[in-house]
């Protein structure tokens, strides 16, 4: 079964530097891989994904991710944070079979951009 | 509008009563999906549908819960005879997907519903 890791709850930065929200998976397959942001009282709405191709993807709002299939990684990154990127960031995954296309959604991570 | 549209936004019921919500789609989409939020957790999956066939089911989803896609277009996910643990945010999404995987799509989700069972 395919399953999502997302290893920090929280992640702080201060406005302007760099941010990286981790993301692991572990699939039997092929992976289609996916990030989501929440805004409180929200729905998820869509970043990014990679599906095949280039293992940097880029994305809205200025956000990119890199695919890296030996260490089963998808993090999200962001050269320069912004306050209005703190939300709630979801990675998920879907296999690439003919089953179970659905998407397994991390536990998430809060950002706090921090002015 | 032409996103994900969810009815209604927030259901207060109370515990044994039946509820039922709806999901418009995105028009042209052939996938919908249901899931359920709980406060700070990531969405976890309940059933999917391509185009009006259930596909997949959850193991969350027990005997009190129902999902229909009749025609294929929008859909409605029952909940019978409600307990406190459902309470919970309900999220549909819907996407379009080709034959071929390699066209798999991005979903697209409401608002949601929140459910608060008293």
């Known amino acids: ?26 699939v039997s397959g092929n992976p289609y891989l996916f990030w989501y942001v929440q805004y409180p009282n929200r729905g998820l709405q869509f970043l990014l994904k990679y599906i095949t191709g ?20 998808f993090h999200l990154k962001k050269p320069s944070a912004l306050v209005s990127d703190s939300a709630l960031y979801f990675c998920a995954v879907r296999l690439s079979d003919n089953y179970g296309q659905n998407f397994v959604f991390g536990p998430g991570t809060r950002l706090s951009v921090l002015p | 509008d032409t996103g994900v549209s969810q009815n209604p936004r927030h259901k207060i019921t109370k515990r044994g ?20 939020q709980t406060l700070g957790q990531g969405p976890e999956f309940l059933t999917y549908f391509q185009n009006e066939a259930q596909l997949e089911k959850s193991r969350l989803l027990s005997d009190r819960f129902s999902a229909e896609r009749p025609k294929g277009s929008f859909s409605t996910l029952e909940i019978q005879r409600t307990e406190q ?9 819907s996407s379009l997907d080709g034959v071929a995987l390699t066209s798999a799509r991005e979903a697209f989700f409401g608002q949601g519903t929140r459910l608060t069972v008293v």
């Not at chain 1, 290893?7 to 302007?16: F, I, M, R, S």
């Not at chain 1, 280039?54 to 260490?71: C, I, M, P, T």
Request: proline letters at 4%; glycine letters at 6%; one cysteine or more.
């Open chain 1, 1 to 26: 079964a395919q399953s999502v890791a997302q290893p920090e709850d929280q992640v702080k930065v201060a406005e302007g530097n760099p941010l990286t929200v981790k993301c692991t998976y572990s």
């Open chain 1, 54 to 73: 280039d293992n940097l993807v880029k994305g809205s709002y200025g956000f990119e991710a890199e695919f890296n299939k030996s260490q089963t990684s």
């Open chain 2, 17 to 36: 009563q039946n509820v039922t919500f709806r999901c418009d789609p995105i028009s042209e989409h052939n996938r919908l999906y249901w899931y359920r």
């Open chain 2, 85 to 93: 643990g459902d309470s919970a945010m309900y999220l549909c999404a």
